[in-house]
Antibody, heavy 116, light 113 residues
Framework: EVQLVESGGGLVQPGGSLRLSCAAS????????MNWVRQAPGKGLEWVANIKQDGSEKYYVDSVKGRFTISRDNAKNSLYLQMNSLRAEDTAVYYCAREHSYGFAWGQGTLVTVSS | DIVMTQSPDSLTVSLGERATINCKSS????????????LAWYQQKPGQPPKLLIY???SRESGVPDRFSGSGSGTDFTLTISSLQAEDVAVYYC?????????FGQGTKLEIK
């Protein structure tokens, strides 16, 4: 069974940094593209970034380019999202998601709140 | 970027009746090499992550009740719930995973009449 467990969320001040982690199990992590998707309180889903199996390709939504960095450690079956220069509008539940040609499998999410 | 537009924004349907949600993409999401539409439908209940219902526009995910079906190709897609059950109250999203940035529809809130 696919399991994705996010951690690292919390309260951070505007301009601050946070690193999210996602621990994967139940599948061969190194064989899949991995994604981060976020959802602001009461709002819809927004794709944030993804990374290729070997980490050689990364893509981002325009609103986080230059501020967020996605990375992975296949030896640890882990996905990361380094978030810098955080803004109030980055407040959201952040989901880790495994990508496949037949859609996404999702973790439970971790809440990031950017507020002074 | 591919823009995904769902209609309606909200829907109220009686138990046992049919519910239909539409999704339109601003560009085709049909991958010519395998003739698959890279369009998925998700169900999200309060406090839970999205759950995959349909992939490739019309393939039902394992374990999803057969009252859920998807149809369409190219730019126009439909999610149909043939006989609404109480547990189907949720927000439904379509998503294109044809090209990054992957994009979602704005969501359709489904309620019981």
């Amino acid at each position: 069974e696919v399991q994705l467990v996010e951690s690292g969320g919390g309260l951070v001040q505007p301009g601050g940094s946070l690193r999210l982690s996602c621990a994967a199990s139940g599948f061969t992590f190194s064989s899949y593209w991995m994604n981060w998707v976020r959802q602001a309180p009461g709002k819809g889903l927004e794709w944030v970034a993804n990374i290729k199996q070997d980490g050689s390709e990364k893509y981002y939504v325009d609103s986080v380019k230059g501020r967020f960095t996605i990375s992975r450690d296949n030896a640890k079956n882990s996905l990361y999202l380094q978030m810098n220069s955080l803004r109030a509008e980055d407040t959201a539940v952040y989901y880790c998601a495994r990508e496949h040609s037949y859609g996404f499998a999702w973790g439970q999410g971790t809440l990031v709140t950017v507020s002074s | 970027d591919i823009v995904m537009t769902q209609s309606p924004d909200s829907l109220t349907v009686s138990l046992g009746e049919r519910a239909t949600i539409n999704c339109k993409s601003s560009q085709s999401v049909l991958y010519s090499s395998n003739n698959k539409n890279y369009l998925a439908w998700y169900q999200q209940k309060p406090g839970q992550p999205p759950k995959l219902l349909i992939y490739w526009a019309s393939s039902r995910e394992s374990g999803v009740p057969d009252r859920f079906s998807g149809s369409g190709s190219g730019t126009d897609f439909t999610l149909t719930i043939s006989s609404l059950q109480a547990e189907d109250v949720a927000v439904y999203y379509c998503q294109q995973y044809y090209s990054t940035p992957y994009t979602f529809g704005q969501g359709t809130k489904l309620e019981i009449k």
